[in-house]
């Protein structure tokens, strides 16, 4: 399975298949993002059960996993990210070396999770996903379970993000998400972004 997480030349179908420059690293850390995005709000859309698991799929700097973490103690906030440079970024948050339930993982090295996920989260990545990473995202959740994706809307003016032609419209993430088997149990819109929660079909 970790070969579809380093495998570089494999981000077909992905609308934006160039790799996540971690120079850019830092906007992730932008406070104004809980303004359009407030994390108790994407808590509240996970809905993770008690004593559940959580794993952040492209976790970056871990701005929204801390969060997570923090709101919600009794669950097991897993930080996946393929880039060990975003890790460390993560790891130097003295928030991240506080919070006992949050698990920085290397994307190689997540082997054995497959099938034990209640919830994944995919926030602002879905755009850079190819294909065999979204069935790879997809066979994380145990039966039952749920992933959120959330990205920046191509529909909406934004002072932030990436260009428009590099994200989708609501509909086209509805309609990419379906075509690899997942079925849209929820949809909300935030000012700059769109939100689907799915689960497998
Ligand atoms: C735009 S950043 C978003 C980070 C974070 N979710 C946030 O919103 O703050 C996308 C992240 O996803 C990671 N990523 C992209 N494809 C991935 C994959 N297949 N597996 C794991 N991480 C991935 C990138 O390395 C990057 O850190």
């Known amino acids: 399975m970790s070969q579809h997480f380093i495998d570089d030349d494999n981000r077909q179908g992905a609308r934006q298949p160039e790799r996540f420059n971690p120079d850019r690293a830092s906007r992730l850390d932008d406070p104004a993002r809980f303004e359009y995005l407030p994390p108790a709000e994407v808590a509240g859309m996970l809905d993770a059960p008690a004593n559940s ?8 700097t871990g701005t929204y996993a ?3 973490a923090r709101l919600r103690p009794d669950v097991e ?3 996946l ?3 060990p440079a975003m890790l460390e970024r993560l790891q130097a948050k003295p928030a991240a070396a506080s919070l006992p339930n949050l698990k920085p993982v290397l994307a190689s090295e997540i082997s054995g999770v497959n099938g034990q996920v209640d919830r994944v989260l995919a926030l602002n990545v879905l755009h850079e996903l190819g294909d065999e990473a979204l069935q790879s995202l997809r066979a994380l959740l145990k039966p039952g379970g749920a992933a959120l994706f959330i990205d920046w809307n191509a529909e909406v003016d934004r002072p932030a993000g990436p260009p428009r032609d590099h994200v989708y419209s609501p509909a086209e993430a509805r309609a990419r998400l379906e075509q690899v088997g997942f079925t849209i149990e929820l949809e909300r819109l935030f000012p700059y972004h769109y939100a689907l929660r799915v689960h497998a079909s």
């Open 53 to 60: 698991k959580i794993l952040d799929f492209g976790t970056g």
């Open 66 to 68: 801390i969060e997570l």
């Open 77 to 79: 906030v897993i930080a």
């Open 81 to 83: 990210d393929e880039q």
